[in-house]
């Protein structure tokens, strides 16, 4: 059978996620649910594409992913399903999809056209059908045509000797995770010295892990530990500017300490030799 995955900005305060999770075992016998997050920011659909985008490929095909975040249904944002990289997503018409994939071709997409008098118990009950297997044609008819939102991409200067990008996520321990992959990083830099920089701060190395930055071969008592400021690719693959150990409830946090929120600009500069 297939696994059902969560994304919503329902938060774990209240019970929303339980009665969400309440319809589906009501709906199916012990179907297999997977929490990817219930801590989006409300309406963030940015912020929830990226967290989706860094694990959803890692589900078996024809997993089911209900996108709770900015789900209202409008006669501009209708309810719908698209089977995607053979995956299934179910959201509303509200450019999530543009954002999780910016080459986005669904291989089917439908607006959900069911009974049910609410958004949430429209989704619950395709959800069930397509987990016994049921035809998407059975219960929505066919869309070509999608909302889409503007990605803001990172640019390249025609000299080729910056890179313009920006913040993308704030995750949970604070650190900054930027649009500038190590792709994109190693192509324009080419083996150059660069200095990163994001507001009053810079950055001339990048590491492969956080414990990287520590001095191993000093008396634990001489290193220079938590605190540290350190820029790294994560395991998405992108610039991410952190803080060794900090701690975002106490300020710690990269976001809090180098004064950098979602959108803001970050800066690589290439250094070419005279």
């Known amino acids: 059978m297939p696994i059902i995955t969560l994304t919503t900005d329902f938060g774990l305060k209240d019970a929303y996620v339980a009665a969400l999770k309440?319809?589906?075992?009501?709906?199916?016998?012990a179907p297999q649910i997977v929490d990817i997050s219930h801590g989006i920011d409300p309406f963030h659909i940015g912020q929830a594409a990226y967290v989706v985008r860094s694990v959803y490929p890692d589900f078996p095909e024809k997993s089911i992913h209900f996108i709770g975040v900015d789900f209202n249904q409008t006669p501009e944002q209708e309810l719908i399903?698209?089977?995607?990289?053979n995956h299934y997503f179910v959201?509303?018409?509200?450019?999530?999809?543009?954002?999780?994939?910016p080459e986005f071709h669904p291989s089917q997409c439908i607006k959900i056209n069911l009974p049910q008098p609410s958004p949430l118990e429209k989704a619950i009950e395709a959800?069930?059908?397509?987990?016994?297997?049921?035809?998407?044609?059975?219960?929505?008819?066919?869309?070509?045509?999608?909302n889409e939102r503007t990605q803001h991409?990172?640019?390249?200067n025609p000299q080729q000797t910056e890179i313009q990008g920006y913040v993308l996520h704030i995750d949970r321990y604070g650190n900054v995770i930027t649009n500038i992959t190590k792709k994109l990083f190693d192509r324009i830099g080419n083996k150059r010295p660069f200095i990163i920089h994001a507001r009053?701060?810079?950055?001339?190395?990048?590491?492969?892990?956080?414990h990287e930055v520590i001095r191993y071969d000093l008396p634990k008592e001489n290193r220079e530990e938590d605190g540290k400021k350190l820029a790294l690719f994560n395991s998405q693959g992108h610039l991410e500017l952190a803080i060794y150990k900090g701690n975002p409830n106490y300020g710690g946090g990269a976001s809090t300490l180098f004064g950098l929120s979602y959108l803001d600009p970050?800066?690589?500069a290439f250094i070419t030799e005279a």
């Not at 399903?81 to 990289?85: D, E, F, K, R």
């Not at 009053?200 to 956080?210: G, I, K, L, P, R």
């Open 81 to 85: 399903i698209a089977l995607l990289n």
């Open 153 to 156: 991409m990172p640019r390249v």
């Open 22 to 29: 309440a319809q589906l075992f009501q709906q199916l016998e």
């Open 127 to 146: 959800i069930a059908h397509l987990h016994r297997g049921g035809a998407l044609s059975v219960i929505g008819t066919p869309i070509n045509t999608l």
């Open 200 to 210: 009053n701060h810079t950055f001339e190395q990048v590491y492969n892990d956080y």
């Open 266 to 268: 970050i800066r690589v």
């Open 91 to 101: 959201c509303t018409d509200n450019g999530f999809l543009s954002l999780l994939e």
